[in-house]
C-alpha cells in the first residue's frame, strides 16, 4: 500500500519547492496530496523562483502554476505518513490558519515524519513544535527558531539535518539531502 504525505503550499511557494518533491515523491510510489487552506481540489496556486542575482537577498520571480489535488478542508490525518512543508512566501501566511497549525502539532504529536525545507520552518515556529529540536532553515528564519525554543544550526545549502522525525534543509539545493532523509523517516527503501 502507497505511504500518502499531506504537502502544505500556498501561492507563491518557491516552485522548485513544490515541484522537485512533489514529483519525487511521487517516483518512489507515494500518493502526494498537495493542500493550500482556503483553497479547493482543482484550484491553482501561483509559485515564484527565488534566486541570487546581485542583491543582498534573493529575488522573487513568477513561476509555474500548481493545481491542488486535494482540499485541505476535508483531509483527514489519519490517512497520513508524513508532512512535507514548502517553503517560499506561502509558509508566511498558512501559519496564520489555525488548521494549519493543527495539522502540524498532529504529525508532532504522533512522531510521524516531518520534512520542511527553507521557509516552510515558519510553519513549525508557529505551531510551537520545536523546543530543543535542532533544525537548519534560511537563515533569515534563524532568529525565529531560537525564539521558538529550537536550536539553528547554519549549514550549506545543499544538505540537511535530521533531528528525531523531522528533517530540514535551507534551501532547494538541498532537496537531494532532505528528501534521502525524509525516505529514511518514512521507512521507504530505494534500490
Known amino acids: ?3 500518502k504525505i499531506l504537502m502544505l503550499a500556498g501561492d507563491f511557494v518557491e516552485d522548485y519547492e513544490i515541484m522537485v518533491p512533489y514529483q519525487a515523491l511521487l517516483s518512489v510510489g507515494c500518493e502526494v496530496d498537495v493542500v493550500c487552506p ?8 501561483a509559485t515564484a523562483i527565488h534566486d541570487f542575482v546581485g542583491f543582498q537577498t534573493y529575488a522573487e520571480l513568477r513561476g509555474h502554476n500548481f493545481q491542488l489535488n486535494q482540499t485541505f478542508e476535508n483531509i483527514n490525518l489519519e490517512d497520513y505518513a508524513g508532512l512535507y512543508i514548502c517553503g517560499g ?3 508566511e501566511y ?3 490558519n489555525e488548521g494549519v497549525l493543527l495539522a502540524t502539532k498532529y504529525f508532532f504529536d504522533k512522531n510521524l515524519p516531518v520534512a520542511a525545507i ?4 515558519q510553519v513549525l ?8 529540536r535542532t533544525l537548519t532553515a534560511y537563515p533569515a528564519v534563524g532568529p525565529d527558531i531560537k ?3 529550537g536550536v539553528y544550526k547554519e549549514i550549506a545549502a545543499d544538505a540537511a539535518i ?9 534551501a532547494w539545493p538541498g532537496h537531494p539531502a532532505i528528501l534521502k532523509e525524509f525516505y529514511k523517516l518514512l521507512n521507504i527503501k530505494i534500490g
Do not use: F, Q
Not at 38 to 45: M, P, V
Not at 162 to 170: A, E, K, R, V
Open 89 to 91: 512566501r506561502a509558509p
Open 1 to 3: 500500500m502507497a505511504k
Open 94 to 96: 498558512i501559519r496564520l
Open 162 to 170: 535530521t533531528d528525531g522525525n523531522l528533517t530540514t534543509s535551507p
Open 125 to 132: 515556529t508557529a505551531a510551537e513544535v520545536l523546543k530543543g
Open 38 to 45: 482556503g483553497k479547493k481540489k482543482g484550484e491553482i496556486i
Open 118 to 121: 527553507c521557509h516552510g520552518i
Open 147 to 149: 525564539l521558538a525554543g
